[in-house]
């Protein structure tokens, strides 16, 4: 028990630190999200977005039985703030393990690390994907279910029988160059080759134990506030979702332009934008700072416009930091407002 709680701990996902907020865009339901997700992807959340904050698409019927929908995605979120260069296996295998977590309302107490039921069933039916495989995975075209039972497989196999191991590769791919995947791996776990990888997880898989951590918590109520989405919002919220696919150099999409016309400042659009165009003229970046003065993001184009060089960059960056100083809880980039 103390193996996986050391994990837990160490992946500081009960730490009590305040989190940055997430824009969530809701969809109505699955068939609408795969308007704008490849066909293998229910929900869908990236850490590091266009508009400088993390962003989770799902579909708004994702409630009772696909419950852990929203927990997966919710912790690829959180864990992104906590261990930024993460490969698609370990990735998909720590949302996975999270996802099984169990509330009981009533007795304020939960657990977690029980496998979910439908990827029992699949490891049960089929052999998981050999490792070298799953290293190999970087796309979205090769994430298939298996991929993602063999993800959580892999993960929970370390955190029961690796445990400290574990916490250190995390660690280690933070601190090698972005892509250092396989030189953290090797580093941390010299003897666990491929083969002896592949090895140990069936083993583990038919013979080995498992625990379920166990843990209380405090249920509150948040205040929700609603306002009608304005045609600007819409089709900002759409650009979006087709930016976190596209290719660099890919024209904007059309959804981008609307949104625009629609609202010459609207600060999503502009962020978006700028993902596309590596640009945004000074006059527009303080008109979006004009009109949303308390959001570091907008004095983030300012900046960015004047190529960080001169008085309007200084000034711009002296109000985004004083803003995130204000608000702890805000998402920013790691060392943004370090003195410049």
């Not at 009772?64 to 912790?75: G, K, Q, R, S």
Request: with cysteine; glycine share 4%.
């Amino acid at each position: 028990m103390e193996h996986l709680r050391q994990v837990i701990l160490g992946f500081g996902l009960d730490s009590g630190r305040p989190e940055g907020r997430s824009l969530v865009i809701a969809l109505r339901d699955s068939e609408e999200v795969g308007v704008f997700l490849p066909s293998q992807f229910i929900a869908f959340a990236f850490g590091s977005s266009a508009i400088r904050q993390p962003v989770i698409v799902l579909p708004a019927d994702a409630q009772d039985d696909n419950a852990p929908v929203i927990t997966h995605e919710l912790t690829h979120v959180i864990s992104f703030n906590v261990f930024r260069n993460q490969p698609a296996w370990f990735a998909e295998g720590l949302a996975n393990f999270f996802a099984s977590v169990n509330l009981d309302p009533d007795s304020a107490s939960g657990d977690v690390g029980k496998p979910l039921d439908y990827i029992g069933e699949r490891l049960r039916s089929t052999p998981p994907t050999p490792s070298a495989t799953m290293f190999a995975c970087t796309q979205p075209a090769c994430m298939d279910d298996m991929f993602y039972a063999t993800a959580w497989a892999m993960f929970s196999f370390l955190a029961n029988t690796y445990p400290q191991e574990l916490m250190r590769y995390a660690q280690r791919l933070d601190e090698l160059p972005a892509g250092s995947h396989a030189q953290a791996w090797t580093e941390v776990f010299p003897a666990l080759v491929p083969e002896k990888l592949d090895h140990e997880l069936r083993k583990w898989l038919a013979y080995g134990k498992h625990m379920v951590w166990k843990f209380n918590v405090k249920l509150q109520e948040w205040p929700i506030t609603e306002r009608p989405l304005r045609d600007a919002d819409v089709f900002a919220a759409r650009a979006l979702m087709r930016q976190a696919f596209a290719k660099d150099g890919a024209e904007p999409p059309s959804e981008l332009v609307a949104a625009l016309a629609a609202d010459p400042t609207h600060l999503i659009a502009h962020l978006v934008s700028v993902w596309y165009k590596k640009s945004i003229g000074f006059d527009d970046a303080r008109r979006v700072a004009d009109t949303y003065p308390d959001d570091w993001r907008a004095w983030w184009l300012v900046g960015f416009a004047v190529n960080w060089e001169g008085e309007s960059a200084r000034l711009a960056w002296e109000k985004g930091c004083a803003i995130l100083d204000k608000s702890p809880s805000v998402w920013a980039p790691p060392h943004w407002c370090t003195k410049r």
